[in-house]
């Protein structure tokens, strides 16, 4: 079956990087688009980015772009998001989400990970 | 950038009874609308795609309808596992892709 697993979360100093990773199996990785998803404790959900099927097209939200990248793997069917500067505000669960069409870059979110805790702590 | 509002905050409900959620779009989305619920420690899971296409596996009491800027998921004879948080979000005009803010389903 599906299944997303995100890891690399943890305690992170303000300033510092992090790369999260999101490794995907019991479907054709390289057919679908793969989105990060965040949610700071107690808040709702906020789309962070999206990497399309096959890698050549990214895109951010606002409040992300130019601090985060996304990127993705098809020999290890991983999609990563690498975070730098982090602040307090990217505290958050960040979970990685499968669209449910093939090919398509923006879609519903058929498959979630069950989230890895980013802590932004000094 | 497309704005989601969800109404209410929360909907105080008893086992078996029928609500209704509301979600409303600043302009229109045609019908690139879903419905996630989320159950407290874990991930959102689909329920409604296309504003009213159930996802595999989502029971019929789960229902969407809804076109343009006026969306609303309705559950039928409430079950002890559907008290949760619901979230719309749009797929269209990306980007960005945006969810609503939620609506706490609670006993």
């Given at each position: ?11 992170v ?8 990773s999101?490794a ?34 990214e ?8 601090r ?5 793997d098809?020999i290890?069917s ?15 669960v ?6 449910l ?22 | 950038?497309?704005?989601m ?6 909907l ?19 019908n690139?609308l879903?419905?996630?619920?989320q159950?407290p420690?874990q ?19 789960f ?15 409430l ?18 892709l945006?969810?609503g ?7």
């Amino acid at each position: 079956q599906v299944q997303l697993v995100e890891s690399g979360g943890g305690v992170v100093q303000p300033g510092r990087s992090l790369r999260l990773s999101c490794a995907a199996s019991g479907f054709t990785f390289s057919n679908y688009a793969v989105h990060w998803v965040r949610q700071a404790p107690g808040k709702g959900l906020e789309w962070v980015a999206v990497i399309s099927y096959d890698g050549s097209n990214e895109f951010y939200a606002d409040s992300v772009r130019g601090r985060f990248t996304i990127s993705r793997d098809k020999i290890k069917s991983t999609v990563y998001l690498q975070i730098n500067s982090l602040s307090h505000e990217d505290t958050a669960v960040y979970y990685c989400a499968r669209n449910l069409e093939e090919y398509q870059l923006m879609s519903s979110f058929q498959h979630w990970g069950q989230g890895t805790l980013v802590t932004v702590s000094s | 950038e497309i704005v989601m509002t969800q109404s209410p905050d929360t909907l105080s409900v008893s086992p078996g009874d029928t609500v209704t959620l509301s979600c409303r779009a600043s302009q229109s989305v045609r019908n690139a609308l879903a419905w996630y619920q989320q159950r407290p420690g874990q991930a959102p899971r689909l329920l409604i795609f296309g504003a009213s296409t159930r996802a595999t596996g989502i029971p019929a009491r789960f229902s969407g309808s809804g076109s343009g800027t006026e969306f609303t998921l309705t559950i039928s004879s409430l079950q002890s596992e559907d008290f949760a948080v619901y979230y719309c979000q749009r797929y269209n005009n990306w980007p960005p892709l945006t969810f609503g803010g939620g609506t706490k389903v609670e006993i």
